[in-house]
């Protein structure tokens, strides 16, 4: 009986050993992947806020670049928790190196203005299967008074 717990021990112990490789190895992978998405922008230079209903900024610009390859592409707005909130282009293409552009007015689909509160941009990558949340978020900010 002991020689059996010791031989299912040393098979345990070589399966994790085994695991252990393989997960050193796709995070190597992972790392050396080049990014999809780059330079990032929310808003302006110093502020990722707006108040949609404000006498101002009553909408947001969003942009981003895409690098490796072309692409088709889904851009939405998202809450922090994943629940879609707007989409912004359905399909369009997305050139390799190419900053894209895009523009929220605090809406959802049914031109109801949003709470106050965060909210992320998300890019589906049709061709490549991915789906990639931006990093930075965007701020929704009550009704505003002067600029």
């Known amino acids: ?3 059996r717990k010791a031989d299912a021990a040393a098979i345990v112990f070589a399966l994790l050993v085994l695991a252990t490789v393989a997960a050193f190895a796709y995070a190597q992978r992972v790392k050396r992947d080049p990014l999809l998405v780059d330079r990032v922008a929310i808003g302006k230079k110093k502020s990722n806020a707006f108040t949609p209903e404000g006498q ?3 909408r947001i610009k969003l942009t981003f ?3 490796t390859t072309n692409d ?3 851009v939405e707005i998202i809450r922090p928790g994943g629940e879609l909130v707007r989409v912004l282009a359905k399909k369009d293409f ?3 190196y190419t900053i894209h552009t895009y523009h929220w007015d605090g809406k959802n689909e049914d ?3 949003q ?6 941009l998300r890019v589906l990558l049709e061709d490549e299967g ?3 949340t931006l990093p930075g978020t965007i701020r929704l900010h009550k009704r505003g008074g002067r600029c």
Do not use: A
């Open 94 to 96: 997305l050139k390799r």
């Open 65 to 67: 670049r895409t690098t």
């Open 72 to 74: 088709h592409g889904t």
């Open 1 to 3: 009986m002991s020689r």
């Open 56 to 58: 101002c900024d009553r």
């Open 115 to 120: 709470p106050v509160g965060r909210y992320r």
């Open 130 to 132: 991915r789906e990639l």
């Open 111 to 113: 031109g109801v203005v």
